[in-house]
């Protein structure tokens, strides 16, 4: 199980709005079975199979190809941790009990 | 007014976490006027004019040298928008309200 | 035909240094056929169809893990161009040449 | 002294090329006195002195402004080592030294 981020931006689109695209592959996301995923205000974080995670991106980074960008600029971070159990809750929770302590 | 996300790791630690280095810069995200933040899963972001998320940020960046750590890798991604005010909450909003539509 | 950017990072290693990862990922990126790539200071640059450069960079992915490493950080910058070729030479002497003119 | 990479993409220009705004992000490099930089593919990397470097990005940032970008997406990335001098030369040849041994 990984936890990544991606951000996707059309090039040469006209406008400077972005989140009808967002939205978009949130739809995408939904149908997606065995991932979980997060909209941040900076990126979208999915956690879950690491395969499973990037050909799901692959599939977000056609959206707005579909949508009639010509370019596009994709940003994935991956983190991948296998001494233990690596999860979007968990890596906050830590955090915050160390905050809270 | 800019929107911008931080991921800060040291290399070479030797320990696998990272979450003591976050909480530190969480408490010194507390003491800074007239930004704000939020801790995601894969990055802190912060909201504000942005030479002072820049100076906060590289103020962050040396945490984990006051912690012992030798090499820091900071990645900042700064969304920038002129043409009307972008914060997180309304980043957030303008996606759900077009999921929700 | 994408071009895109890979920085893979061990975390809790130990060690400071990182090269000795980069160097066996190179010795894999020479056996991939199909592709293009490009050491550079802060990230690898593999030019190639997306999906056979995705599938490479998550077998450089697990590099780390081979050598011992629990927790590897990867990010990955795609820039995919669909209204013409897209090539990191080609990128570069468009850059040159409205720099030298 | 640090090495970062910078890119900086205008979102809503009408535009699929950034070749003129990174082409202009030279000129004003140029005149910089105390750092090193590099074009490459995907990003421009800067060698110098933490503070100088991102005090340049953030002049870099406003290129696409000043052009009549009213969105502007920047992402940097800062590796920064204590334990010895760091280089763009250096971190190269780091690694062609394990690839030819």
């Known amino acids: 199980m990984a936890v990544c981020s991606v951000s996707i931006v059309p090039v040469g689109t006209g406008s400077t709005s972005v989140s009808a695209y967002v939205a978009r592959c949130h739809e995408i996301l939904a149908e997606v079975e065995g991932i ?56 906050i929770s830590s955090v915050e009990e160390k905050l809270g302590g």
Chains 1, 2, 3, 4 share one sequence.
């Open 36 to 91: 979980k995923y997060r909209l941040t205000p900076m990126a979208t974080v999915i956690e879950g199979d690491l395969e499973i995670v990037l050909s799901t991106i692959l599939r977000l980074h056609s959206v707005p190809f579909e949508k009639g960008a010509m370019r596009v600029l994709t940003t994935i971070m991956i983190d991948d941790r296998r001494d233990r159990e690596l999860t979007m809750d968990g890596k």
